[in-house]
């Protein structure tokens, strides 16, 4: 456990001890924890011959619970304020951020925000710099699977007595009217390192205006990847091509 933002985080080390690479810090989705990147991180760092750090968000897996509602912002408090904390109690100098989802998006605004120079790279899977129908619908659908259907069930395995605190912390504030003008485009230009994009061509999460919106918005020094046949997780759906898109950005800066 370490303790950020006033609450303790369950957290992970994985790969390479004597490894001098920046470490690979993992930054889960909104349902996400560490459990549920799975086998990804571990076969990522053992492949790359790096260290790596995963952890889960204050309200998920076995983190303590955060408050809900949680406001629109709360991805920018994530990016701004928590992350910096998680790295520093972490003793982390060197990092390389790889985030699934919201987590990708808390790792765009770190680097927009980011004046340390600790971070050397940021690659997102399926992060989200707006907000679109496709995924407001998504969530929808997620909300009715979780209150009438096994979602919760599946989740409990995960997140224990966190569940609801994870379900309703993601899918209420999605959902609320006022997150419809939610956005983080105003950070891209200010991210100076380089940034891996990667989506699921059939991610119902999200359309492939995100990725253009990200490489519009950084400008130089990002690479983009559209994977088909997969869906909003391209890690776990094509591990093997995710793993080997990643492999060749990371060999590139390292």
Not at 36 to 52: A, K, Q, S, Y
Not at 129 to 137: A, K, L
Request: hydrophobic share 40%; charged share 25%.
């Amino acid at each position: 456990m370490i303790v950020a933002d006033g609450r303790q985080l369950e957290c992970q080390w994985i790969g390479v001890e004597t490894s001098a690479e920046p470490v690979l810090v993992f930054l889960h989705e909104g349902l996400g924890c560490i459990d549920l990147w799975r086998d990804f991180p571990g076969r990522l760092c053992d492949e790359l011959e790096m260290r790596g750090f995963i952890y889960s968000r204050a309200g998920y897996g076995g983190s303590d619970l955060c408050e809900l509602p949680r406001p629109v912002s709360f991805m920018h408090h994530e990016g701004q304020v928590v992350l910096s904390q998680v790295l520093d109690a972490a003793g982390i100098d060197k990092a390389i951020l790889i985030g699934h989802s919201d987590g990708g998006s808390i790792s765009l605004i770190h680097a927009g925000n980011d004046k340390t120079d600790r971070i050397c790279a940021v690659i997102t899977l399926a992060a989200h710099v707006f907000n679109e129908d496709i995924c407001v619908e998504s969530i929808k659908a997620a909300k009715v699977a979780y209150e009438e259907g096994d979602l919760r069930a599946r989740l409990k395995k995960y997140h224990g007595e966190n569940v609801d605190n994870a379900f309703r912390g993601w899918n209420d504030v999605w959902l609320h009217r006022d997150f419809r003008k939610w956005n983080i485009e105003g950070f891209l230009p200010d991210i100076n390192v380089p940034v891996l994009v990667v989506q699921g061509i059939n991610d119902p999460y999200g359309t492939q205006a995100q990725i253009e919106a990200i490489v519009t918005g950084v400008g130089s020094g990002v690479e983009k990847h559209i994977i088909p046949d997969c869906g909003h997780s391209p890690h776990l759906e094509q591990g093997q091509i995710t793993r080997e898109i990643i492999a060749s950005f990371i060999d590139g800066l390292v």
